[in-house]
């Protein structure tokens, strides 16, 4: 045994190195399929995985032997690699699946994608059993718990919205944990009380072992709901509400799990008291505070480590894994609910991560995340199919639809009690529409299969029963309400959020915030925006100063900005001043266009630095996919405020030379001289970004340039002749970019820019004067709204065409 | 049962003793749903803020420790004055309000009872007055901008003033350029935007739920005791 460990341990490193990085995470569970003894986790490790483990580890003796005796030229060792071959292959067929899936556009808005993944199970399921091969035992309660559980939680907690889940956090607190437990216990007993008549066949089932069960069944997994109401756009409470039972759920129904499976334990030696109950309800206590406890430390370690992280960035995303795994670790060492403390980690620790990490291990950070949680939940929901198609089954009738009936009163019960108390103390209660909903929302999914399928089958013999039991209510959850949930809604007409995002509505809520923490202060109200306000003051005032770099004076977004200014700058003179000078503007035409749409774009940019810049740094929108992230990254971000803010400063250069010029014709392919995208020049464009944005040197080479747009008139004059300088040396690459521009008209005109350009004067006037008086209101609206008006006829193109130059920056 | 309606009736003595009780009854006819609790806690919060003077002068909410921090500070405390909120007169400012006028303030933050409108419009009209600060009917560039300075500002206090203000003015000018397509009667071409009118801002408010939003909870105890 202890040679085919080492051997094992061997083999691992050169595997992992060969291996795609997707495979990784199974790559890890190599050591402890083999090594069954080394867990004291495993003591319920279930039988039938416990002899398909012998399997391979006789191969491995039985191979190294054979090389003692002779060498072959060619040899076909399939078993090595069986179990890890499977597994890349299961997930690498769900992730063709899935690529299917959304090949097709209607499909997904049919369809929850668990469907799909269920499905591919099926059919894989169907394979193992049609060709009686072994399916590789990849589920086993300390796999389970301690590689594929995890990812599934942080992945939820981390990308939790966090402002609507604190708004409505009691309720959510107390509709997602006592409801896990009404309907623990009341599809537990129930169950144990159809279970006493005779006539059914199910004596034998105790009432430890029905609660159990309950405890399982209970734990919903709403995400194809949500994934819904994000399409339908359901009013944020409801959301929330959803949201927050998929992320507590889980830690609850697991924490009973555990407590029920201890007092079944118990009960075969001797019998439990008053007290033990008593005790159970404390652990429960306990379990669940520690859990967050540790949570929150752990949580807070690593965002301070992170602030030390600068110099090798490299690391962070590991600090953040590591940190997160740990508080989990650590959790379920000392028998806390390690969901509850890497959810609490995740939480706690993300808003400074963030802060602290570079964009790019931001980013890497988000995937990596997501991409961890979508393999373990595909395994499970593979191996739920597998599991599906095979003779392990027990069908029992009565069980099953009693079952399947319980599910739905005691959720119908626990909604609509839970709800009606709730409700009394929320202003603005739940209708019965979004109580219904909520009530049809309670889709099984992986975690219930998962906890059924980890049952100990010496304390539960009809296991067989259960795991059936649990996979109809999967599937009937699964594929009928997570179907006909999204006709449902709709049906319904569930109050909606807003439809449209717009500006002004992102402003509004933002001031509405303020306004209602104000009155309450007024009032002397102690409420959640208080209580908000309060934490963020002990925030900014202490948590901030410790946990987050202090010579990294801004946030990254913050940074971010600067460096676009920058580089902008050095792009305006460039061309922007060309233009100008090219393109003087009168107002007139500009306010004919002054009522055209916004873009989306547009819209989207400018929500974007309002969420980014007031109040809170994170994000508001309530986006959250399980399995795909927006691409509301921030290199679309960067892009978006580069451009917004080289409109803004153009305009302003614009104002300064507002000669009565007619427009001359060729005037919006000004974009692409000041932006010039198109390929031919990218890769020099890119050299010259890097340069500029990195090199201290050239920083300091520019900021003349840089503030001189924002200058008072009076440091203006004397920052001048350095300006002209700067102008001469960078008005070569100007030229360069120009003489690549595709667009014709612009041949013809470049040599007249080329003599406008030495003459950049009296340009800097004005974003002083746009600020200096408040009689120039109508001027500036028109010419502020000049500056997207320009923008627009072109702006879907840069969009869709253009990207790659900034996502490489 | 009996504690309750005992302290009520001396809290109820109490109070005609120092406020014209009438009045505030009277006050209170027009739907808002304050309870007894909710009166009588907000009172001696009035009386906390003048200084048990029977009015409250913008001074008194200088003791309001949270809200210096408020980046709407000077509005709200404006709204709280504005003749416009309180109902004596088009514009102007009070220069100092009672305890009626200061229930009728927080009123705009209750539910309103009679669900007439969708948006309802006294809610839409004050918030109106907290951007409209000239009282000339219209929110212009400027006071929009300002708005947006208040709260850019105040969540970027290291940044400098003039690139909050680039961004104020860049975020406000396109905010004025969506209202101003979705308004009533959009301006014609070669026409300008002079700013957002009442009826226009009502649209801008279109896809908030005021009802939901513009609500701030009071500890509503009464609840258990049903």
Same mark, same amino acid.
């Given at each position: ?809 | ?7 009520? /009736? %001396?809290?109820? !003595?109490?109070?005609?003793?120092? &406020?014209?009780?009438?009045?505030? $009854?009277? =006050? ?88 007439? /409108? %969708?948006?309802? !419009?006294?809610?839409?009209?004050? &918030?109106?007055?907290?951007?409209? $600060?000239? =009282? ?91």
């Amino acid at each position: 045994m202890a040679h085919t460990d080492t051997q094992v341990c061997d083999e691992k490193p050169s595997g992992t190195a060969l291996e795609m990085l997707v495979a990784l995470s199974s790559w890890h569970w190599l050591p402890l399929v083999m090594v069954p003894a080394c867990s004291e986790a495993s003591s319920y490790v279930n039988e039938s995985s416990n002899s398909t483990q012998q399997a391979p580890d006789a191969r491995f003796a039985a191979s190294s032997s054979d090389l003692d005796a002779r060498i072959s030229v060619f040899e076909l060792d399939y078993d090595y690699v069986q179990i890890p071959c499977e597994v890349t292959l299961w997930i690498l067929l769900a992730s063709l699946a899935k690529i299917g899936f959304h090949l097709y556009r209607r499909l997904p808005h049919l369809m929850p994608e668990s469907c799909l993944l269920l499905a591919v199970g099926a059919l894989v399921g169907g394979i193992i059993f049609g060709t009686h091969h072994q399916s590789p035992p990849v589920m086993d309660s300390s796999i389970y718990f301690l590689y594929l559980l995890p990812p599934i939680v942080l992945e939820s907690g981390y990308f939790m919205p966090t402002r609507p889940f604190f708004e409505n956090f009691g309720s959510i607190l107390w509709w997602a944990g006592l409801g896990a437990l009404v309907n623990a216990f009341g599809i537990g007993l129930s169950l144990y009380l159809v279970c006493r008549v005779g006539a059914f066949g199910l004596g034998d089932v105790t009432l430890l072992q029905s609660l159990l069960f309950g405890s399982l069944i209970s734990a919903v997994d709403p995400v194809a709901v949500l994934a819904v109401f994000e399409e339908a756009r359901v009013n944020e409470p409801l959301y929330m509400m959803i949201f927050g039972e998929a992320l507590l759920n889980d830690g609850i129904s697991v924490v009973l799990y555990n407590i029920l499976i201890a007092f079944t334990k118990m009960h075969k030696f001797e019998d439990i008291e008053a007290v033990d109950i008593l005790a159970g309800c404390a652990r429960f206590v306990i379990v669940g505070c520690g859990g967050v406890f540790f949570g929150v430390v752990f949580g807070f370690i690593s965002a301070f480590i992170t602030r030390f992280t600068q110099n090798i960035s490299a690391i962070e995303p590991l600090i953040v894994f590591m940190f997160s795994y740990l508080s989990y670790l650590v959790a379920e060492t000392l028998y806390l609910s390690g969901i509850l403390a890497i959810t609490a980690c995740a939480v706690t620790m993300k808003k400074y991560v963030e802060e602290n990490v570079s964009q790019k291990s931001y980013t890497t950070i988000k995937y990596f995340m997501k991409m961890l949680s979508s393999v373990s939940e595909t395994l499970i929901f593979i191996f739920m199919g597998v599991s599906t198609v095979g003779k392990d089954h027990e069908w029992n009738w009565a069980f099953i639809c009693f079952t399947l009936l319980f599910c739905q009163i005691w959720r119908a019960i626990s909604v609509f009690t839970l709800f009606y108390v709730s409700n009394q103390f929320r202003t603005f209660p739940f209708s019965i529409k979004d109580q219904f909903i909520i009530f049809y929302s309670g889709v099984r999914g992986a975690g219930s299969f998962s906890l059924a399928f980890l049952l100990p089958l010496s304390l539960f013999p009809r296991k067989k029963l259960f795991v059936t039991a649990t996979l109809v209510v999967t599937y009937f959850t699964v594929f009928f309400q997570g179907i006909t949930i999204g006709p449902l809604v709709r049906y319904l007409d569930v109050r909606k959020t807003s439809k449209k995002e717009s500006v002004n509505e992102e402003l509004h809520i933002r001031l509405m915030d303020h306004l209602k923490a104000g009155i309450e202060d007024v009032c002397g109200q102690w409420s959640h925006y208080q209580v908000r306000d309060k934490f963020k003051k002990f925030d900014q005032r202490y948590l901030r100063k410790i946990l987050i770099r202090k010579n990294l004076p801004k946030s990254s977004i913050v940074s971010l900005y600067k460096k676009l200014e920058m580089k902008q700058a050095i792009e305006m003179v460039e061309t922007g001043i060309l233009n100008s000078a090219v393109f003087p503007t009168s107002y007139q035409p500009e306010r004919k266009q002054g009522t055209k749409r916004l873009s989306p774009e547009d819209v989207e940019s400018m929500r974007d630095i309002l969420t980014r810049n007031m109040y809170q740094v994170r994000q508001r929108t309530l986006s959250y996919n399980k399995y795909s992230l927006k691409p509301q990254t921030s290199e679309k971000q960067a892009k978006e405020i580069l451009i917004r803010r080289q409109n803004t400063l153009r305009e302003s250069l614009r104002k300064g030379q507002s000669l009565p010029w007619g427009k001359p014709a060729g005037t919006k392919n000004f974009r692409y001289l000041s932006f010039p995208y198109s390929n031919p020049q990218s890769a020099r464009r890119e050299g010259w970004a890097a340069e500029s944005t990195d090199a201290e040197g050239v920083e300091a080479g520019s900021r003349p340039l840089m503030f001189s747009a924002h200058a008072r008139a009076g440091s203006l004059q004397e920052k001048r002749p350095s300006q002209a300088a700067v102008l001469m040396k960078r008005l070569p690459g100007g030229q360069k970019a120009r003489s690549f521009s595709p667009r014709r008209s612009w041949e013809e005109q470049a040599g007249r820019r080329r003599t406008d350009a030495i003459r950049p004067r009296p340009l800097f006037h004005a974003v002083d004067e746009e600020y200096e008086s408040g009689e120039q209101t109508e001027e500036e609206t028109s010419a502020v709204g000049s500056g997207w008006t320009a923008e627009h006829p072109h702006g879907r193109e840069h969009y869709t065409s253009h990207s790659p130059l900034l996502h490489r920056k | 049962m009996g504690a309750k309606h005992s302290s009520e /009736e %001396a809290w109820e !003595r109490e109070s005609r003793t120092d &406020l014209c009780w009438e009045q505030v $009854q009277e =006050g209170l006819a027009h739907a808002v749903d304050f309870s007894w609790a909710q009166i009588k806690q907000l009172h001696q919060r009035f009386r906390l803020l003048s200084g048990d003077q029977p009015e409250l002068r913008p001074e008194g909410f200088d003791g309001v420790p949270d809200l210096a921090s408020n980046p709407l500070r000077a509005r709200i405390v404006h709204a709280f004055f504005d003749n416009r909120n309180l109902g004596k007169g088009s514009c102007g400012v009070s220069e100092a309000i009672t305890f009626q006028d200061f229930l009728g303030i927080i009123a705009y933050f209750r539910p309103s009872l009679v669900r007439a /409108e %969708a948006p309802p !419009r006294d809610k839409m009209r004050f &918030l109106f007055n907290l951007y409209d $600060q000239d =009282g000339d009917g219209l929110i212009t560039l400027q006071e929009y901008r300002r708005v947006l300075e208040d709260l850019l500002s105040a969540a970027n206090p290291r940044e400098d003033g003039a690139s909050v203000r680039a961004m104020a003015t860049n975020v406000a000018g396109g905010a004025l350029r969506e209202a101003a397509r979705a308004s009533e009667h959009p301006p014609e071409d070669g026409e300008s935007y002079p700013g957002i009118t009442f009826e226009d801002f009502v649209r801008t408010w279109s896809g908030i739920d005021l009802e939901v939003k513009m609500q701030v909870s009071f500890l509503n105890l009464e609840a258990l005791c049903k």
